[in-house]
Antibody
């Protein structure tokens, strides 16, 4: 069974840093592209970052570019999101999502999410 | 950025009804359009990929159609568990973007 489990969320002050992790199991992690998607409380979904299987192609949404860094450890079946210089508007539930190339490039499996709250 | 506009934003329906949600893209996205269902407090779940392909395990009462800039999600014979929020999502270009969501409520 495909499983994605996020961790690392919590309360952080504006301007602070946080590192989110996503641990994968039930599939060959190194064969799949990965994404981070977030959802502010009561709001819709926002894609924020993508990484390909060998980490040589990475994209970010403008809202996080220059502040967040996506990375992965294929040997450890893990995806990361380093969040620096966080702002109040970064408050959201952060989901990791597995990408499936070719099938509309859909995100076919999602973790349960980890909540990040940015507040003094 | 490609803008995705869903309509309606909310919808009331009864068990057994058939409903259709529309998603319009601000430019041609061919068939790079996926549909997700989200229930409160849960992660999104993939329903339809590449505009019209049903994800494994998703009931056949869900269907998708469209290409280019206009797409639809149809749910036939609504079941109690279908009352949720539905999102369309384009992956034609970066940044990939979601529609604002359609909340389906019980009448």
């Amino acid at each position: 069974e495909v499983q994605l489990v996020e961790s690392g969320g919590g309360l952080v002050q504006p301007g602070g840093s946080l590192r989110l992790s996503c641990t994968a199991s039930g599939f060959f992690f190194s064969d799949y592209e990965m994404n981070w998607v977030r959802q502010a409380p009561g709001k819709g979904l926002e894609w924020i970052s993508y990484i390909n299987i060998i980490s040589d192609t990475i994209f970010y949404a403008d809202s996080v570019k220059g502040r967040f860094t996506i990375s992965r450890d294929n040997a450890g079946n893990s995806l990361y999101l380093q969040m620096n210089s966080v702002k109040a508007e970064d408050t959201a539930t952060y989901y990791c999502a597995r990408g499936r190339v070719g099938d509309g490039d859909c995100a076919d499996h999602w973790g349960q999410g980890t909540l990040v709250t940015v507040s003094p | 950025d490609i803008q995705m506009t869903q309509s309606p934003s909310s919808l009331s329906a009864s068990v057994g009804d058939t409903i259709t949600i529309t998603c319009r893209a601000s430019q041609n996205i061919i068939r790079y359009l996926n549909w997700y269902e989200q229930k409160p407090g849960k992660a999104p779940k993939l329903l339809i990929f590449a505009a019209s392909s049903l994800q494994s395990g998703v009931p056949s009462r869900f269907s998708g159609s469209g290409s280019g800039t206009e797409f639809t999600l149809t749910i036939r014979s609504l079941q109690p568990e279908d009352f949720a929020t539905y999102y369309c999502h384009q992956t034609y270009s970066i940044p990939s973007t979601f529609g604002q969501g359609t909340k389906l409520e019980i009448k």
